[in-house]
């Protein structure tokens, strides 16, 4: 998929999981209470309204459920680190470890990044729980309260003592994190209004109606204003930056990399240096009359 950073990877995965999730667990729960509410459809047509507005309440309990299951045997998980805690029992079990490498120690110890693949759709699809249900069933609200704050402590703490980062992405996963939460917001002002209509409550799905509007222009001003000039870098920054460096950068030399003999110029020379002059033509024109002159015979 020409993806080149793991950050990018990562992003990647946390979309397609989190639309698995959705579909797996929204359309084939609520598909299957409809096709248990089929018999009673058919056999009473005329009170279609009637029997889907008492039959899907009754998939809060599911999804009261599967919040507990995640707060007290899904965070536990998390805190227990299953592999970690196998590799270390297969170490103490089978080996001995006098014997180990350095290299295999560090492999037993290594450190564990946190997979953003697999953390994040999960608490996509719980804040997609308890949006949803709370309209239906307030009941389910406690319970994602519960399960928040039991995730904060847990994480916090991953984070700061167990997590370790291989990379720094730039916040590239954040506007998506954002993204969903708006999701799941559109997702439970639909679910209201067709739960307010099939009550039949015409007024209040006429008062509901500009909800999901607000909401889906409300998402596309935050992608124009916020997630795409984050991609990408204005005019103005650009030529802000470029006049800063220009200014701090020194000018690149030309003869940086030549023999500086062979870049001197010519030398001029100063006062001193005629003195030497001086000096040295007139050794030499003594030395030159000494030559000249005849050997004396004795």
């Given amino acids: 998929e020409q993806r080149k950073t793991r950050s990018g990877v990562e992003n990647s995965i946390v979309g397609r999981y989190f639309w698995y999730q959705l579909a797996n667990i929204y359309i084939t729960v609520t598909a299957g209470t409809i096709w248990t509410s089929l ?5 009473h047509p005329q009170q279609l309204l009637v029997i889907l507005g008492a039959s899907i309440p009754k998939l809060a309990g599911y999804f ?8 007290f045997a899904g965070l536990p998980m998390v805190l227990l680190r299953v592999g970690a805690l196998s590799r270390m029992f297969i170490l103490r079990s089978c080996f001995n470890k006098k014997r180990l490498t350095e290299r295999e120690l560090n492999e037993v110890y290594r450190k564990q990044p946190l997979m953003y693949g697999w953390e994040y759709p999960n608490q996509f699809l719980v804040i997609i729980i308890c949006f949803t249900y709370v309209c239906l069933t307030p009941f389910v609200l406690p319970f994602g309260c519960i399960y928040f704050s039991c995730a904060l402590m847990v994480y916090k703490k991953q984070l700061l003592y167990v997590y370790s980062p291989t990379y720094e992405s730039g916040g590239l996963m954040f506007p998506q994190a954002i993204q969903k939460t708006l999701l799941a917001l559109l997702i439970s002002q ?6 307010t209509l099939i009550r039949k409550g015409l007024l209040q799905v006429a008062l509901l109606m500009p909800l999901p509007f607000l909401t889906v222009f409300f998402t596309i001003h ?6 795409r000039p984050s991609m990408k870098l204005s005019l103005e920054r650009a030529v802000r930056i470029d006049r800063l460096e220009s200014e701090n950068t020194p000018n690149f030399s030309d003869v940086t990399y030549q023999q500086p003999v062979l870049t001197e110029g010519a030398s001029v020379p100063d006062d001193n240096d005629n003195e030497v002059l001086t000096e040295v033509l007139e050794n ?3 030395l030159q009359q000494r030559q000249d002159q005849p050997p004396r015979v004795a």
């Avoid at 018999?39 to 056999?43: K, L, M, N, P, V």
């Fill in 64 to 71: 009261i459920s599967l919040l507990i299951t995640k707060t």
């Fill in 190 to 195: 639909l679910t209201f209004i067709g739960y």
């Fill in 284 to 286: 030499l024109a003594y």
């Fill in 222 to 227: 935050m992608d124009n204003r916020y997630v």
């Fill in 39 to 43: 018999s009673a459809i058919i056999d």
